[in-house]
């Protein structure tokens, strides 16, 4: 018989799925990574920045089939072929910005499932009175947004800027043409005026359009029903 004093401290109870350690949310293991539209742009300071939107990863969302038929490669090459740039969280060229997709436990309280919520290192979600606050650290993620600019990832030039201003232009004349009856439409148009007039501002900092690697030469062809039996 073992007659040496011992000491039990308890500790909390902590049950293995409390409410409290898991982030609820709608949709669980939202597998995705970033990508960017190549005129997806905008103006922070004198900066141009892309505008970046997630890919999903999902079955039976881009063509995806989470059994194999279709990879998250194929996915992604329907966006390539629309020429949005891909950003793989393993390229090296991502440099401190690697793995820049994680996650954290997360529960789904409508069907009380339970898996992980995938989320960029930038977002921070915390829970307050039973409620999630999403925050974003905007001043690493525009690092990391200038960061893909820097090392080619994202393409800006004269000439797609010079696209991006007259896509602005073209929705602002639409816009004008609707009469203004509130002071949040009138606001709007404001600031897109303001918007447009910094972008042209910014042009002349920007680089011309890389030359073609292969020269390619288009000859007319007559249509039939032109000329032609």
């Not at 999903?56 to 881009?62: I, P, S």
């Not at 997709?101 to 989320?119: E, H, M, R, W």
């Amino acid at each position: 018989m073992d007659l040496t004093a011992k000491t039990f401290r308890p500790e909390p109870v902590r049950h293995s799925r409390e409410q409290r350690d898991y982030l609820p949310v709608e949709t669980l293991n939202n597998v995705f990574e970033l990508m960017h539209p190549p005129l997806a742009w905008e103006l922070v300071g004198s900066e141009w920045l892309p505008i970046l939107s997630p890919i999903h990863f999902q079955k039976g969302v881009n063509n995806y089939d989470d059994h194999g038929t279709v990879d998250p490669e194929a996915v992604r090459t329907i966006f390539r072929r629309k020429g949005c740039a891909c950003i793989l969280p393993e390229d090296a060229r991502l440099g401190e910005f690697m793995h820049y997709i994680g996650t954290v436990p997360a529960t789904n309280p409508k069907f009380n499932s339970y898996g992980k919520y995938y989320l960029t290192i930038f977002e921070s979600p915390e829970m307050v009175a039973g409620q999630v606050v999403w925050r974003r650290d905007m001043a690493e993620y525009n690092r990391f947004r200038k960061h893909l600019v820097t090392v080619g990832i994202c393409v800006m030039s004269s000439t797609i800027a010079e696209l991006v201003i007259r896509a602005k232009r073209t929705t602002l004349a639409t816009l004008e043409q609707v009469p203004v009856t509130t002071d949040v439409k009138k606001a709007r148009l404001v600031a897109m005026r303001e918007e447009i007039t910094r972008m042209e501002a910014a042009l002349p900092g920007l680089a011309g359009p890389a030359k073609a690697a292969v020269r390619r030469k288009f000859t007319p062809e007559r249509a039939p029903g032109h000329g032609e039996e």
